[in-house]
């Protein structure tokens, strides 16, 4: 090995350990943080010397965190399954069919990733009131549903556009038409990049926190990331049980990205790797 493959090695190893470095000493802090004094203030990332672990406890009962992962829970399930399935249909379309102003549709989806969502909330608000949806889950859901789909669209044509013609053209000799050649050929080879779409998705619906806030008074009705206003008090802030509190807002994230993980690698590899 050269003096300059070795120099890019230690750098490329360098680099990666200080991105680690700076992803894991912020949960490191939290995690010590959440194991102090409850109402204290500790400073820096030390190990308390007597660790409470209770606040885990404090912090889930404090926070009604049953009531909001339940929540959360059919949130995610009302938005992920539909954003995906619908997401994946129209990446094909546009990337395999030959759709009816395909280049329009696919100009106005990028549009809908320069919007924003807080440029949205006053006339979603108004729009939800009118159709007598507002306070309920559905006025988190179909939002989320509509906001994602530019995303979910833009990233699954990315997928079919790497596509192999020749498998298209094997299933049309084979006598299977549209929906066939889709459901049992192209479908099953982009398993990697639906389903890290999904985690994707899940991140998104899991740890919303402004379209809940605005469009929905219940507290129970709303995500997790709604339960951390129970932590802030007239005079300031539990800063030892809103660290506990964050990191069980975290875990199902960062379990779900653990399980999923090669394939959201894998996914995003696709375009560099053929």
């Known amino acids: 090995m050269t003096t300059s493959a070795v120099a890019q090695r230690v750098t490329r190893t360098g680099l990666l350990l200080a991105l680690m470095l700076f992803a894991i000493v912020p949960l490191l802090s939290m995690f ?14 030390s190990w308390p010397s007597d660790p409470h672990w209770h606040n885990f406890v404090d912090a889930w009962s404090a926070a009604n965190f049953l009531a909001l992962f339940r929540s959360s829970t059919l949130i995610v399930l009302g938005v992920v399954p539909a954003t995906v399935a619908m997401a994946t249909a129209a990446g094909y379309a ?17 549009v809908g990733l320069t919007l924003p969502f807080e440029a ?15 306070g309920t889950r559905l006025a988190i859901i ?12 833009f990233w699954m044509r990315a997928h079919f556009l790497g596509a192999e013609p020749a498998l298209t053209e094997a299933a049309k000799v084979d006598g299977a038409n549209t929906w066939q050649t889709f459901r049992r050929v192209h ?12 985690v994707l998705f899940f991140l998104a619906s899991w740890n919303q926190y402004l379209l809940p806030l605005v ?60």
């Open 32 to 45: 010590t943080t959440a194991l102090a004094t409850p109402g204290s203030t500790p400073q820096g990332l």
């Open 94 to 110: 546009l990337a395999q069919l030959n759709v009816p102003f395909g280049k329009a549709i696919y100009g106005l989806l990028l």
């Open 120 to 134: 949205l909330i006053t006339p979603l608000y108004y729009d939800l009131r009118s159709m007598g949806l507002l």
């Open 142 to 153: 179909l939002p989320l549903i509509g906001l994602l789909m530019p995303f979910g669209v």
């Open 187 to 198: 479908l099953p080879l982009a398993t990697s990049a639906w389903s890290a779409l999904a």
């Open 215 to 274: 469009l929905v008074d219940d507290p129970t009705k709303r995500t997790v990331a709604g339960g951390l206003g129970a932590f802030q008090g007239q005079y300031g802030t539990d800063i030892v049980l809103l660290c506990a509190g964050s990191l069980l807002i975290i875990l199902p994230s960062l379990v779900i990205f653990l399980i999923f993980q090669r394939n959201l690698v894998k996914a995003l590899m696709q375009g560099a790797v053929k």
